[in-house]
């Protein structure tokens, strides 16, 4: 996608073509819901198990929706990416799938699990210094310029927010099966790209859902320009457990979805974000990795008393990832 | 249940009647498709995720089917089980559904997690010293005689065979949904109230499933009791890091319908299961129990080869329970 136009935002329509394009390809993630989670919150809660996505995380929908796109002639050349992790994996097996080469600019600094994975998918990695600065986007450019290749952004496309968008779909789909609608629901966000898909997935099939989103304590850039009403950056670029939520600010096509459908957010503490990375471990039976559990940190922590009463709501949190180095995760459990 | 009686032996129906007895008690449970697997043994498979169930395994659903029985005039006396932790989660999780007390007889090596997940549920724990050879039956029925409770057995009793049997019912219209039938179905058998259950509720849909018994190396009472055509023992009864697999021989009840449902078996070795329980998490982003993974490892370490082509075929494997410790899952996944 090019430079911003406001008359090119993504909109409820283009989640349904994303909708058909990945189906029997994106896995359709099951709708969890838990006893004894309902119990501790006194609602009834669904975990949307974006987990057992290909790749273990969302990102697949987004990058498959966006890369089967792109045109016959373009597709020799291949695509690139820069991501922290999961987008990189997803774009890796996008591309794979379509029978399309990848290369992917990730952090030096990514975990381990998550640079192994992206080049087990068939991907070529190249590293850049995160810490020190380096401008991963002008990297990826520069391999765009020299191959002739498609970049696929990690959010701030109208087609990679449409892809996230079919989780919007499948939550308020599978919940009407069951005779409810969605009356919360807590999205995690970093550039924004899955919370600006879940909203119009999710408002065009039930309006008067209330969404939520969530991020990691001192990376609440989304939640600080709701406030202010426009994009505010983070003072920090480093130290959150949430390694999937470190976008610097909210991005230029995601925040005005998100500024219209959500517009109010909650943020977690990486104490509280480990508490639920253990809580899923121990009663939830699921691996989720600590940037895929800030909603659910932010619902049991209580983020939301004293914003909306929840009791007796029907309450949906994405658990977006599940990418998790052993060490950390072994880390986190024993608390 | 009184003493074994051939003509008393649980058939579809009673698996049925449990169905309608559990439907919205017990969680309908996903049943998991995840693309890596399927690559990795070139089949369709998938997992029966009874980790999500109530109380992290499988035993909720018999125990359920056999607590709601007691006739009214004995439920104020309550129930009392033996178990090494799972059965005991469940008998617990069942009497408070159902406003009973429960006391439960477990072994005092128990995994730490269970013994204070079955208090945390309402029960009154006793211990005993299980590699001693303290006789657990032997003490729940002294609790028995002296209060007029009601014994719940882990495996060896037809309501809770025909409750376990649900998974095997849900199994089989999940892939109705799909179009598919079940080709190969495999099941961790320790007394054999699961094995049965579910060959019960498969063969019952889909009379063409082929079954098989999976068990841990050394522990493998029920195929080396289906070779030799009657029940043999463990030499063995401690070693396994599967703890819920450790019973000593095939029911009295369980044995006459595996043998006749099933009559094949498998066994795969510790290092084996840690590798599937490895797998989980790194693939499937779900926590398995060592014993839980019984399936998935006989499968992962191609225990089948030579016996059936899976190749193609649709292949269920039960994810049977969740319960680990911190310390040991840790270990486990760090390889």
């Not at 310029?145 to 952004?153: H, I, M, Q, S």
Request: net charge neutral.
């Amino acid at each position: 996608m090019g430079h911003f136009d406001q008359k090119l935002l993504p909109t409820a329509a283009d989640v349904e073509s994303a909708v058909a394009r990945l189906k029997g390809v994106a896995v359709r993630t099951p709708l969890i819901n838990a006893p004894v989670l309902d119990e501790r919150l006194g609602a009834r809660v669904f975990l949307k198990a974006e987990i057992l996505q290909r790749t273990g995380s969302f990102k697949f929908r987004g990058a498959y929706n966006r890369i089967s796109q792109i045109p016959a002639d373009r597709r020799a050349a291949g695509v690139v990416a820069y991501s922290s992790g999961n987008h990189a994996q997803g774009v890796a097996a996008a591309a794979k799938l379509l029978g399309m080469p990848a290369t992917i600019v990730m952090p030096d600094d990514a975990p381990k699990a998550k640079l192994a994975r992206t080049r087990a998918l068939g991907a070529e990695v190249v590293t850049y210094d995160r810490v020190g600065g380096a401008d991963r986007a002008a990297i990826a450019e520069a391999i765009v310029k020299e191959r002739g290749a498609t970049l696929v952004p990690p959010y701030d496309d109208p087609m990679i927010i449409a892809g996230q968008g079919t989780i919007g779909v499948e939550i308020a789909e599978d919940l009407d099966k069951l005779g409810l609608k969605p009356d919360i629901v807590v999205v995690g966000a970093s550039g924004g790209g899955l919370a600006a898909g879940v909203s119009l997935g999710i408002k065009s099939r039930a309006a008067s859902a209330r969404l939520f989103t969530a991020e990691p304590k001192d990376f609440d850039d989304t939640l600080r320009s709701f406030v202010r009403g426009e994009r505010v950056a983070n003072e920090k670029i480093t130290g959150s457990i949430c390694d999937a939520l470190m976008s610097n600010t909210p991005g230029e096509w995601t925040f005005p979805i998100n500024k219209e459908l959500i517009g109010q957010g909650i943020a977690a503490s990486d104490e509280e974000v480990g508490a639920a990375v253990r809580y899923a471990f121990n009663e939830l039976k699921l691996v989720v990795e600590p940037g895929g559990a800030i909603g659910l940190a932010s619902l049991l922590a209580g983020k939301l008393d004293g914003i909306v009463d929840i009791r007796g709501k029907t309450v949906v949190a994405i658990l977006s990832g599940g990418n998790v180095d052993v060490e950390m995760y072994a880390k986190l459990i024993a608390g």
